[in-house]
């Protein structure tokens, strides 16, 4: 009896070797599916992450399809190999990839005792296998399948690479959820700082991460995150790789998370979206001319950019500073009736968009403010009413002799407006007048030409009558005097004195996409541009008069080193201004710093080196503007609403040297008083020549006694006939387009 008993016993478990063998065999041969070679192993090449940089070697932002950015065995700190294994796989260096005795375990309990918490048993090899090729269903038979997949491939790995080209290969492919792959990728996510520069509880952290990577995020569960963390060094001390004294320690420490996300918040992701542009268009062209193609999200190519990471985080830091500041106001100052007024166009917006205003759309929105990010259960209504008393802002810095941008804060917060501020073409108000006294210059006129600062009115424009910001009339300005103090009936006496076509021309040439508008306003800036157009256009002022290509990028470099392409020196210049009235400009507009509307860089600022500059403010301060420059560094920032309709109802706090201005001057500040960053933003003008010293002797205004009554009855008498004259010359322009535009129609072909 029990002979036959053994028999049955032995035959069983012949049997169930026998099954064991064919099944293994099975999956080897291909019967569950296709195995890797080792040809195919050896040839292992992971996505990875294109890396973009400053110019001052700071990461700001990277380029995927999985964020992942690999690095060498010898970036690891020992004691985070010394954790991994520890907790992963204490018998690494003993096995060939599969450990047998962990085998027999998940064996018996995970699969025939059906214990799921029995542990998976799985090396690190076997693990790396599943992380390079997943797992696929087989139903019931899926974990068997999987397993012995996962074994065999774990050999075959450790036939072809060394243990530490295992550990590399694993660490580098490795998910700690959030999108993120790699040790490199986590170490930057969670601690904000290289694999190479972690501490060892950070280390263990990330190694408690692997064994479930949501339930252990640090960020979402810090309890869990700390609790694993100390299993970890526990683990370190039981197989020697920690004192005790120094267990007990660490375990005392508090997690130290310092997340930083900066794909979502990081400090230039507006200026990546124009990088990406830049890039792609690069790489396009030198697949064209090469015929090897690259793919930025991923290849790992490094990326450094023209951006300074000091003066974006100056610039960051004077949104916060100011905006922070003025936003409660404008806020404030949409409180009562004027809130029942935005809440009337706010429905109107809904029921555009087809909301029905009569439903309480209310869930949770994450919402915007100064003191951070929240989660709030509004109304749909409430939503857009915070979306429209919103402050956006744009600002962007640039190097005027290469077009070199230098700093890029496209809006108050990527996450959630996302819409590039920088791009966004509003009117430019009293900024434009620098390009309508450079049209002065270029024509002939001096600094010191008078230009009348009489009230006039326009019949053939629905009377429109220009006002200058203080209502004051009368005397003559001279040209420095009326930028200086932006006066707006010298601008559209200077504009009734200038041939419209070279007006037209100039403000195409300096770089600006929109049409001229027609009419008298157009001195005052009712045209349209925005912060990177005017920027572009001041830089020619700046650079002595020829208009610069904005760049953002420096060198791409593959991640083996090779450099495929480096900012080269600008193409031959374009000139769009003489030297001469570049000159003068430059002077001119250090006037408006020195004693004109933006007099405060100086005061309130403390901004003692030379400056140019000017302000503007457009109608019902819908619109605040400012734009400063030195040789070294063109700045201009914008702020306003996403409405016209929404401001502020008064130049105290809406002017472009209330709202606008402060943004430049708080950054210039940092950057005057850091001694890296000073020499690249500051330098002296070039130096008059004596002879156009003498043309900028004047003084800024004449009162109208101070000129005789017989000659301000000629002056006025020569400005109505040339604005008969300007009148008449447009009637016959008028009427020319007409004729022309009826031929066109009649014959398809124009008048000859």
Known sequence: MLRKLLILVAAFLLLLLGSVVLFIVGVNTGVFGDLPNKEALGSIRHETASLVYSEDGRLIGKFFAQNRTNIEFNDFPPHLIHALIATEDARYFEHKGVDYRSLMRVFFKSLLMRNERAGGGSTLSQQLAKNLYGRKYHGPLSLPVNKVKEAILAGRIEDIYSKEEVITLYLNTVPFGENVFGVEAASIRFFNCNTKDLSIEQSAVLVGMLKA??????????????????????????????????????????????????????????????????????????????????????????????????????????????????????????????????????????????????????????????????????????????????????????????????????????????????????????????????????????????????????EDYNNWSPRNYDHSSGGRYSMSGALAKSANLPAVSLLLELERENLEALWSQMGFAAELPEGPSVALGSGSGSALELCVAYAAIANGGYRVTPTSIEQITTSDGEVLYQRAEQPEKTVVLSAQSALLMQWMMQKVVRSGTASSLRSTYGIDEPVAAKTGTSQDYADAWFGAFTPQLVVVSRVGASLPEVHFSSGHYGSGSTLALPLVGIMLREIQQNADLKHMAFAPFPQLPPALEEILDCPDYEEPSETSPFKTLFRSKQTNEKREQRKTERQERQSEKKKDGLLQRLFNKKKR
């Open 213 to 458: 990577n949501t339930l252990y995020n640090p960020r979402l569960y810090p309890e869990n995150a700390l609790r694993r963390r100390n299993v970890v060094l526990g683990q370190m001390e039981k197989y020697q790789y920690l004192a005790a004294h120094v267990t007990d320690s660490l375990t005392q420490l508090p997690l130290g998370l310092n997340y930083a996300d900066i794909s979502r918040e990081g400090p230039a992701n507006y200026f990546l979206v124009r990088v990406k542009q830049e890039v792609q268009s690069i790489l396009k062209n030198l697949a064209s001319q090469s015929g090897k193609s690259y793919d930025l999200e991923k290849d790992g190519l490094t990326i450094t950019t023209t951006l300074n990471h000091q003066m974006q985080q100056h610039a960051l830091d004077a949104f916060r500073r100011h905006l922070g500041k003025m936003q409660p106001l404008l806020s404030k100052h949409y409180e009562g009736k004027r809130r029942e007024s935005l809440t009337r166009r706010a429905l109107l917006r809904m029921s555009q968009a087809g909301l029905d205003a009569r439903e309480d759309l209310r869930k949770q929105r994450e919402l915007f403010s100064w003191e951070g990010h929240y989660n709030d259960s509004v109304s749909a209504l409430d939503s857009i009413l915070h979306e429209l008393t919103l402050l956006h802002a744009g600002l962007v810095a640039m190097h005027p002799q290469t077009g070199a941008i230098k700093t890029w804060v496209g809006g108050i917060d990527f996450r959630t407006q996302p819409y590039d501020q920088v791009t966004a073409r509003r009117q430019l108000a009293s900024a434009f007048k620098p390009i309508l006294f450079s049209a002065g210059l270029e024509s002939g006129l001096t600094p010191c030409s008078w230009l009348a600062n009489d009230t006039m009115v326009f």
